[in-house]
């Protein structure tokens, strides 16, 4: 199993641009976040899902987006990006029952 | 979910002993206490989690005071790969929907 896997790992997006984080798991849970971590703090949720086509906003949504059509996917998406959104983010998943949530390797995104 | 309190660095020698304080003197009783640790640069790891007996497993050792009002993490024979900063969070367990609320951890530095 490949766990949750995270793509880009590494981007650099100029004020104003827009984009996408992919994530992907294969371990067929039903809960999926995004979390963020600035430099030296823990983490920040930003959105997560309970199962496909169901999304909630986490404690830090505003300029982010989220949508879940697939079991597996939760694709993270910044409309106009800002500078304040530097940041390393990352993707989770658990099962529903389940104590231990995943998560992947982390995306590093700079807004210049 | 309950606040937790952890010093924000320790050192500790290799091959020794690495034992780590949290304070969570708000804990609901059913709350679980988990442990998460990161180390630099990857997404965060389960270690392990109770609810009020001591707990082990292949990676560490977790003991809940009788009051459950702090728990100790203990890493029996400390390597350099275990220097990460270290997560303590109580929340309701059985539940992967409650969102996960890191703070700023300990930071374990293992010496040689």
């Known amino acids: 199993n490949a766990g949750v896997t995270q793509t880009p790992k590494f981007r650099i997006l100029k004020i104003g641009q827009s984009m996408t984080l992919q994530c992907t798991q294969d371990?067929?849970?039903?809960?999926m976040y995004w979390y963020r971590q600035d430099p030296g703090m823990g983490l920040k949720l930003i959105y997560y899902?309970?199962?496909?086509?169901?999304?909630d906003k986490g404690e830090v949504p505003n300029g982010y987006n989220v949508s879940r059509s697939t079991t597996e996917d939760f694709p993270l998406r910044l409309e106009l990006a800002a500078p304040s959104q530097t940041s390393v983010y990352f993707c989770?998943?658990?099962?529903?029952?389940?104590?231990?949530?995943?998560f992947g390797e982390g995306s590093w995104l700079t807004v210049v | 979910d309950a606040k937790t309190t952890q010093p924000p660095s320790m050192d500790c020698a290799e091959g020794r002993a690495a034992n780590l304080p949290c304070n969570h003197s708000?804990?609901?009783?059913?709350?679980?206490v988990y442990w998460y640790r990161q180390i630099h640069s990857q997404g965060p790891q389960y270690i392990i989690h109770?609810?009020?007996n001591n707990e082990t497993n292949e990676m560490a050792s977790l003991i809940i005071t009788e009051d459950r009002k702090s728990s100790t993490l203990i890493l029996p024979h400390a390597t350099l790969r275990d220097t990460a900063v270290y997560y303590c969070?109580?929340?309701?367990?059985?539940?992967?929907?409650?969102?996960?609320?890191f703070g700023g951890g300990t930071r374990l530095m293992v010496k040689p």
């Open positions: 989770a998943s658990s099962h529903h029952t389940g104590n231990t949530i995943y």
């Open positions: 371990m067929n849970h039903n809960y």
């Open positions: 899902s309970v199962g496909a086509g169901i999304t």
């Open positions: 708000t804990i609901s009783g059913n709350e679980y």
């Open positions: 109770g609810l009020k």
């Open positions: 969070i109580v929340r309701v367990g059985g539940n992967a929907g409650n969102m996960l609320t």
